[in-house]
T-cell receptor
């Protein structure tokens, strides 16, 4: 069965630290990949997405993610986090031809001011 | 464009009752998906609809059902509520595209508490 694994459930960083959140998926076919963010009290919002082409994708608020097909990974990065990045981050995978998006369990990021 | 709207935003029910939740997609979006979000399980896929047809269904009991109307609005129903059904129910809409290259946009959710 298709699954998505996020390596860290909780991450605590100080402002200006670099961030990398891991995401691995299990599916052998072609996939579409997403990172969503849920700020406290707000809707899930799309951070970035990968459909095809350049495996390094840039999203909003300085976030980027790299798709490494051989490792079935789609890790999220930000060079320097801010207090306002405190939120829960979800990785999601949708296989092409499928009508189902699978989400990881989420990573709660807390950034200390 | 207005975003995805969900009603009601909050709901309290007792065990054994049934509940219907509503979702209005972004104008022009014809696909609607539903998810259950809980602290322990994260976002679990419930079902996805397109043009009034269920395209896929997650691993939930038959007490969970849904439908989509001709105007793309969708409802989901949970019958015989159990305590474990307490959760945030999220609706997402998208515009189908080749290769499933569609982006889902989420509503604020309906928070259901079962007592």
């Amino acid at each position: 069965a298709q699954s998505v694994s996020q390596h860290n459930h909780h991450v605590i960083l100080s402002e200006a630290a670099s961030l990398e959140l891991g995401c691995n998926y299990s599916y052998g076919g072609t996939v579409n990949l997403f990172w969503y963010v849920q700020y406290p009290g707000q809707h899930l919002q799309l951070l970035l997405k990968y459909f095809s082409g350049d495996p390094l994708v840039k999203g909003i608020k300085g976030f980027e993610a790299e798709f490494i097909k051989s490792k079935f990974s789609f890790n999220l990065r930000k060079p320097s986090v801010q207090w306002s990045d405190t939120a829960e981050y979800f990785c999601a995978v949708r296989n092409t031809g499928g009508f189902k998006t699978i989400f990881g369990a989420g990573t709660r990021l807390f950034v200390k001011a | 464009k207005a975003g995805v709207t969900q009603t009601p935003r909050y709901l309290i029910k007792t065990r054994g009752q049934q509940v219907t939740l509503s979702c209005s997609p972004i104008s022009g979006h014809r696909s609607v998906s539903w998810y259950q979000q809980t602290p322990g399980q994260g976002l679990q896929f419930l079902f996805e609809y397109f043009s009034e047809t269920q395209r896929n269904k997650g691993n939930f009991p038959g007490r969970f059902s849904g439908r989509q109307f001709s105007n793309s609005r969708s409802e989901m129903n949970v019958s015989t509520l159990e305590l474990g059904d307490s959760a945030l129910y999220l609706c997402a809409s998208s515009q189908p595209a080749p290769g499933s290259q569609e982006t889902q946009y989420f509503g604020p959710g309906t928070r259901l508490l079962v007592l």
